[in-house]
């Protein structure tokens, strides 16, 4: 196996984590099997319990990891099924350190942060080699800023690991900022060159920089850079926004031939990529045929990443229609304070989506976009909680059921639609009440949950704490609620849907941590459709 570290430097949030995915993209094209890994610096044990204002979405992974977005980012544009082992955080390493050590494991030893945290780190390396076996690349991104002191065991232990493999089957890549300052009318390399300094002071030398710039690098900054960095010309990479999608990244870094110079880093022989499909996606995401307007209500809308994957899924099912996405983020909590606010920012949208969340903020404005999406016939996908949602919605105002609610929001409803299972109500322990990971689905037949998926069973990822209360099965289903999808069992409710609406689609679960470019995940795709047939008709 060969080794590519991915380290920032001068400021953060630069895209280290579209760099790896999109360079996962590049060499899987080669025909090479890639797996990535994210070390995140911080001290919480994984993002699970952080607001989506601190730290974006929470992703969930196959085994019910929580873990940071950006192993969305990975998953996406990749082939990699990642685990709870491909995120690994401060918190965990010395939460470890720290049990083996009360444990006795160090035999009496001063337990320091050499040998014995670098150590932790390097071992999640080598067990990723282990689980992985079969792939040519681990691509692995340091979080954070270098100079970070919290980053700085998570550097020296890829010093010492480096060390240990030899210099032929390990690099590491600097992604840094060269600004463009307009008084001056010029990019300036500076703060690059500081940045590298001060990883050669840690002890390691970048083999590849990746330079995030709003202008080209002419040959000139190239050469300056290559100089002062004592890095290759032709591995002073650049890399600008992208000018419409972040799916353009793979195809701009391909330009550059950041894969050709990393396979003759690693000394690798493999075949050009063929990017013919992944350019054949692209086109039909920068310019589609059609578009559909689509109302995306939450509550965490003006931070851009707190919904990141129900986004991308979108783009994802978007393009396999030849279609656009014309996104309209509405904050929940503007319905809660003006009523009328519905009606004017809802009528001219041809579909409707609730996202998850956790808390009462917002929530009525989101019950009142069920509303609108059930009364004007409005495609509507929910998730997660918006499947809950959809459920109070319906047993209020169509059931009859006053008061309806979820036992989240209020402890004394008379009547808890939606309620905490009985095996996890003593559990206090915040995270060990949810449900989390791949859970079986069981699909009705005949349904529009059928229809949608093409076959009567699916394995879905879940995130959540609340189930549909079992008692009100009968009663919901006299009035038109269709519960389209369950566990094996029968027990838990997966999906509803209503009998008397052209579209009305909500799940438990959370498909859009399972849609990739090429591969919509069949409920986007389906929503799509039907908005389009909505707005063709």
Same mark, same amino acid.
């Given at each position: ?32 099997? @890639? ?5 995140? &610096? ?25 873990? *940071?977005? *950006?192993?969305? =980012? ?10 709870? =082992? ?46 992985? &076996? ?21 550097? %020296? ?13 390990? $690099?590491?890549? =600097? ?26 002071? $840690? ?6 920089? $990746?330079? #995030? ?9 190239? #050469? ?29 870094? =391909?330009?550059?031939?950041?894969? !050709? ?7 690798? %022989? ?57 996104? +309209? ?25 609730? &996202?998850?969340?956790?808390?009462? #903020? ?15 016939? @409005? ?16 047993? #209020? ?42 859970? &079986? ?15 009567? %069973? ?36 997966? @999906? ?17 941590? !399972? ?9 986007? +795709? ?9 707005? !063709?008709?």
């Amino acid at each position: 196996m060969k080794y590519i570290f991915i380290t920032g430097g001068v400021v953060s949030s630069l895209g280290k984590g579209l760099a790896a995915a999109a360079l996962g993209t590049i060499l899987e094209h080669r025909g090479l099997k @890639v797996v990535i890994q994210k070390f995140d &610096p911080y001290l919480n044990v994984d993002p699970g319990t952080m607001s989506p204002f601190q730290h974006g979405e929470v992703y969930v992974l196959n085994d019910g990891a929580e873990t *940071d977005l *950006d192993l969305g =980012h990975y998953e996406r544009f990749t082939n990699c099924v990642l685990t709870r =082992h491909n995120n690994l955080t401060s918190g965990q390493v010395y939460e470890t350190v720290i049990a083996k050590e009360r444990h006795g494991d160090y035999l009496g030893k001063t337990v320091q942060v050499i040998p014995h945290v670098t150590d932790e780190i390097k071992a999640r390396i080598r067990l990723i080699e282990s689980e992985q &076996p079969q792939a040519d690349i681990l691509i692995t991104e340091i979080g954070g800023t270098t100079g970070d002191i919290e980053g700085l065991p998570f550097l %020296e232990a890829i010093r010492q690991f480096m060390l240990e493999v030899g210099p032929e089957n390990a $690099i590491v890549v =600097h992604v840094t900022l060269v600004p463009f300052i307009k008084a001056a009318g010029e990019l300036k390399t500076k703060p690059s060159q500081q940045s590298v300094a001060k990883l050669r002071e $840690i002890g390691l030398q970048p083999q590849v920089l $990746i330079c #995030r710039c709003e202008h080209p690098l002419d040959d000139e900054i190239r #050469r300056k850079l290559s100089m002062y960095c004592n890095i290759a010309p032709r591995a002073v990479v650049e890399m600008r926004d992208v000018p419409h999608t972040i799916y353009e990244a793979p195809l701009l870094l =391909h330009i550059e031939r950041l894969d !050709q110079t990393i396979c003759n880093l690693l000394r690798i %022989e493999a075949p050009e990529p063929n990017m013919a499909d992944w350019r054949r996606f692209v086109k039909r995401v920068v310019s589609p045929k059609k578009t559909v307007r689509v109302a995306i209500v939450g509550k965490y809308i003006e931070l851009q990443d707190a919904y990141k994957s129900v986004y991308e899924s979108l783009t994802h099912a978007g393009a396999s229609h030849d279609c656009g996405i014309d996104l +309209r983020r509405i904050d929940a909590e503007l319905f809660e304070e003006e009523p009328d606010r519905v009606e004017k920012l809802l009528h001219d949208v041809t579909g409707i989506v609730v &996202p998850g969340g956790f808390g009462e #903020r917002g929530v009525e404005g989101k019950i009142a976009a069920a509303r609108f999406a059930r009364e004007h016939r @409005v495609p509507y996908l929910g998730l997660c909680l918006g499947m809950q949602i959809a459920t109070i919605e319906f047993a #209020r105002n169509v059931c009859g059921l006053k008061g309806a609610n979820s036992t989240e929001f209020d402890a004394d409803t008379p009547n808890p639609i939606i309620c905490m299972l009985e095996e996890q109500k003593e559990v206090l322990h915040k995270g060990g009440s949810m449900r989390l990971g791949v859970w &079986p689905t069981q699909i009705v037949p005949g349904t529009l949950t059928e229809k949608v998926y093409g076959r009567l %069973e699916a394995k879905e990822r879940h995130r959540h704490r609340y189930e549909f209360n079992n008692r009100y099965r009968e009663i919901m289903a006299e009035h038109g609620f269709v519960i389209s999808a369950t566990s094996p069992d029968g027990s838990l409710v997966e @999906v509803i849907e209503l009998r008397d609406h052209p579209w009305f689609l909500a799940c438990q679960y959370h498909p859009e941590f !399972q849609s990739k470019p090429n591969a919509p995940h069949p409920l986007f +795709r389906g929503f799509i459709g039907a908005c389009l047939a909505a707005h !063709q008709s």
